[in-house]
Structure formats: structure tokens, C-alpha cells
């Protein structure tokens, strides 16, 4: 059975374990790019891996000769892990500075957002006062000292026309009573002619008898002179009476015609053809209705968009209560702070226990290997500011942070910037 | 215009027939007086045989209304159609006659 060499303790102690006697080592290092932990070692004729030590390309890379023992390869593993936890230190501070952009960077958002969002509710309150106002004046005449609606209008101009018509009723009323009237005067006016002829008729009588006793009266002489007087007398008093009774009739004629003329001007006041009114009724009737369709369709296609415009406002404002989810990125954010954080510290004691136990001296400067990884970890940083802020985070040599600060700037114009 | 008059008890109703106008105003006051003379309590005008009826005419049906205010009987109308019926409406004569 295949025996596998480990190169730190179980109890993490970091001592060396204890290697069988007949184990020995390979010629060479593997050539596996993707392996890190390759050295290869060859037990009872049957090569193994050893797992825990870097790759042997980042080897290579560091030009390093190759180790002749268990020892120097163990070590030299450890000191690999000593270079990684600078680069895990270096990386951890600048990952809390990333942090902090985020935090800042979403808190920044947000408010901008929030101030945007809470603009549009402004605009969208003062859009659905302004279709509420479009909808107030389309259904209310406004005249000045009082407000009607369409339907009070229609009401106002039903009651007029009804109180003309009712009034022209009236008025016809009136005119048949007077012509009832006037028929009635027309009735006396013709017994006082017919008075008037008697009254003729009675006076050509007296004057018939006059004349007669004026006859007598002659005949009797010297005796009847005095009767011939009072006969004279009484023919004259028929003549004017008959003269008055000539006044009377052309009098009585000229109320006649006059109440005739009167009788003809009520026919015209009162026999009124009223269809005229009644097509304009109709026809006024009509409009107002017409009228307050479309009103009423007007107001039904506003209130839509006004109600829109409210239903907006109020997801707008349900949508400014989801901006809370900044608090909780901010505590995610701590969370993930908090976490680097304590691996921070648990590499660093482990760093610590290593360097302590192994005798290694702490790592001063950077090393080749230490260039290739953060060099690697850089390349991968797809956004141009934060690899600039990589760049001065981890502190590289001069030259190399001017070559890589090159290769940022070439890269920006492939950064993504924008979301 | 004629016009018919159908008694039944308290009852009277009276069927006019033709056009309703001023030129029918004697006509009218004859009729007046002949429900003057009878003892009713109701009188209705059958208007349902008549094609034309103006202000004059409508104006007669008041003075028919004040002399049953007077003599203290009711008048309403019936029947009426077309134009007629228009005419009752445009003047809401039926509420004048009944009120």
C-alpha cells in the first residue's frame, strides 16, 4: 500500500512528520501547470503526490531551484504560506476599502433615487390636481359669484323656458277672458241699440202726434192757439231727442267697432301657434342632453389618466419604502467586513504560529512569487478604478505598479463601468 | 270644433272633435255653460279625436279650470296624441289642470 507523506501534523503543531526510512525523492518537480502541489515522491517504486505545497509553476516562476530534501521542500512551503498571507493582508485592507465604496456608493445611489422618486410623486400629486381642476371646470360654469354644474344649468334653463311658456299660457288665459268679456259688452252694446231704436221709434210717434195736435190745434182756432204752442214745442223736443238718440247709435257704433278691432287684436294676442316652441324645446332639450354626454365622457377619459396619475403616486411611494434594502445591504456589507475580518486575524495568528515555530523571518518585502499573485489577482479585476485602487492597496515595487498601472489604463476603455 | 257631452252621474265627459282654436271660443263658452247647468263633480275632456289645439285653445281649458274652481268641480284631460299630446307636455297642462 502506497504511503502518503504529510507536510504539517494533524494537530497543526507545524512540526515535520515522521517520513518512513525507505522513502526518497523524486529527480525532479512536476511539470503540471495546474497542480500546485506536485512534488512528486517516489514510495516502493510507485509515485505519489504530496499535497500542501504551492504549484510547481509558481515555482518555476520564481526561479527557484528545486529542493533536495523533505525539509527544504516543507520549508520552502511554508514560505509560500508566510508570502500568501501578506498577499491575504494586503488584499483583506483593500477589500475593506472596496467595502466601504460599495457601502457608500449604494447609500449615495439610494439617496439620489429617494430624492428622484419623491420628485415624481411631487409631479405626479400635482398631475392629478391638474386633471382633477380639467374635469371641475369641464362639468362647472363658473360665473364669477357662483359655481353650476352642467345639470343645474339644464335645470336653470328648463325652469325659463317653462315660466315663458307658462306665461304665454297666462297670457292667452287673459286674452279668452277678455274676449269673453268683450263678447259680453258686445251683447249690452247691442240692447242699447236696441234700446236706441225704440227710443227712434218712441220719439217718430211723439213727433207724429206733435204734428197731429199742431192740426187740432189749428183748427180749433183762436181756442187751440195756446195747444198749437205746446204742440210746437213738443216737436221740438223730439227733434232732439231724436238728434240725441242719432248721437247715441253713432256712438254705440264706434264702441261696437272699437270693441270688434279689440276682439281681433286678442285673436292675435291669444291664438298663438306653439309648435314653434315646442321644436325649440325639443331641440334645446336635445343640445343640453348631447351636452352633458360629452361631459360626461370627457370627465370619464380624464378621471383614467387621474387615476393612473394616483395609482402611480401611491407605488412611487411603496417603491421609496423598498429603498430600505440600503440598511440591509449596509448590514450584509458589515457582515461580509466582519467576516474578512476574523479570517484577517485567524491567518494571521496562523502566519504567526508558523513563523514562530518554523523560525521563519517575517516577509520584509515583496517577492517574485508574491509579485506573480497579486500581478494575477489584478489582471482578473475586470473594472479600471478598482484595479487602480489594487494597484496602490497592495503596495507593489515601483516599476511593476507603473507597468501595471499601464496595463489598467490600456484595459479601461474594456472596463464596465456602467450597469 | 264639436263636442259631445256624456254625463254618468257625477260624472262628466265631454268629446271633443276637430281642431281646438280661437275661432272656437263661442263654441267653448256654449260649452261652458252647458256643464253649468248640470250638478257633477268631475268633468274629464276627451281630447283624443282632436288634431290641433293652440294657445287660444289651452287658454279656453284654464277658463274651463277657473270655472270649475268656481263652481267646485275637478277637470282633467285624456286621450291626447300626437301634437296635442306634445302641446299638454311642452305647458305640463295636465299638472296645471289637475293642481
Known amino acids: 500500500m502506497p504511503i502518503v507523506a504529510e507536510t504539517l501534523s494533524q494537530d497543526g503543531s507545524g512540526d515535520l512528520a515522521v517520513l518512513p526510512e525507505d522513502w526518497k525523492e523524486s529527480e525532479s518537480v512536476t511539470d503540471d501547470p495546474n497542480t500546485l502541489d506536485a512534488t512528486k515522491t517516489e514510495v516502493d517504486g510507485e509515485t505519489i503526490k504530496e499535497p500542501g505545497t504551492d504549484g510547481a509553476d509558481a515555482l518555476d516562476a520564481a526561479g527557484e531551484t528545486e529542493p533536495q530534501t523533505r525539509e527544504e521542500i516543507l520549508g520552502a512551503a511554508l514560505q509560500r504560506w508566510l508570502e500568501m498571507h501578506c498577499v491575504f493582508d494586503r488584499s483583506f485592507s483593500t477589500l475593506d476599502h472596496e467595502i466601504d465604496i460599495v457601502a457608500k456608493l449604494v447609500e449615495s445611489s439610494t439617496d439620489e433615487l429617494s430624492i428622484l422618486f419623491h420628485s415624481l410623486v411631487v409631479n405626479a400629486q400635482d398631475q392629478s390636481k391638474s386633471l382633477d381642476s380639467i374635469v371641475e371646470a369641464a362639468s362647472v360654469v363658473d360665473l364669477g359669484d357662483e359655481k353650476l354644474t352642467l345639470t343645474e344649468v339644464i335645470a336653470y334653463l328648463e325652469q325659463v323656458f317653462s315660466e315663458g311658456i307658462l306665461n304665454v299660457l297666462h297670457l292667452a288665459q287673459t286674452a279668452m277672458t277678455l274676449v269673453y268679456a268683450l263678447d259680453d259688452v258686445v251683447v249690452d252694446v247691442n240692447e242699447v241699440v236696441k234700446h236706441i231704436g225704440e227710443i227712434e221709434q218712441i220719439n217718430k210717434q211723439t213727433n207724429l202726434l206733435a204734428l197731429n195736435a199742431k192740426i187740432e190745434a189749428t183748427r180749433a182756432g183762436e181756442a187751440g192757439k195756446g195747444f198749437g204752442v205746446v204742440a210746437d214745442e213738443v216737436r221740438e223736443l223730439s227733434k232732439d231727442i231724436n238728434q240725441l238718440a242719432g248721437t247715441l247709435r253713432s256712438r254705440v257704433d264706434a264702441v261696437h267697432t272699437g270693441i270688434e278691432q279689440g276682439h281681433e287684436q286678442l285673436q292675435s294676442i291669444a291664438s298663438l301657434d306653439m309648435s314653434g316652441n315646442l321644436k325649440a324645446k325639443n331641440r334645446i332639450e336635445g343640445m343640453m342632453t348631447a351636452l352633458v354626454s360629452q361631459n360626461d365622457a370627457f370627465s370619464e377619459k380624464i378621471a383614467f389618466p387621474a387615476s393612473l396619475s394616483n395609482k402611480l403616486q401611491l407605488e412611487i411611494s411603496e417603491l421609496i419604502q423598498q429603498f430600505q434594502f440600503q440598511d440591509k445591504t449596509q448590514q450584509q456589507l458589515d457582515g461580509v467586513r466582519t467576516t474578512m475580518k476574523v479570517l484577517d486575524e485567524l491567518s494571521f495568528d496562523l502566519a504567526e504560529e508558523t513563523r514562530n515555530s518554523a523560525g521563519f523571518a517575517k516577509v520584509e518585502d515583496d517577492t517574485e512569487m508574491m509579485e506573480v499573485w497579486l500581478a494575477s489577482m489584478i489582471d482578473r479585476c475586470q473594472l479600471g478604478e478598482m484595479r487602480k485602487r489594487f494597484v496602490q492597496g497592495m503596495v507593489l515595487k515601483h516599476d511593476e505598479e507603473e507597468e501595471v498601472a499601464d496595463k489598467s489604463s490600456s484595459d479601461d476603455d474594456d472596463d464596465i463601468e456602467l450597469f | ?99
Open chain 2, 1 to 99: 270644433m264639436d263636442y259631445r257631452i256624456e254625463n254618468s252621474g257625477k260624472d262628466a265627459c265631454v268629446v271633443f272633435t276637430g281642431d281646438i282654436t280661437f275661432s272656437e271660443n263661442v263654441s267653448f263658452r256654449q260649452l261652458l255653460r252647458d256643464i253649468e247647468e248640470i250638478d257633477i263633480d268631475k268633468c274629464v275632456f276627451d281630447l283624443t279625436n282632436v288634431d290641433m289645439v293652440d294657445s287660444a285653445g289651452l287658454g279656453m281649458f284654464l277658463i274651463a279650470r277657473e270655472q270649475a274652481e268656481t263652481a267646485g268641480w275637478r277637470i282633467s284631460v285624456k286621450g291626447a296624441q300626437g301634437h296635442v299630446a306634445s302641446m299638454l307636455k311642452l305647458t305640463k297642462l295636465s299638472d296645471l289642470l289637475d293642481g
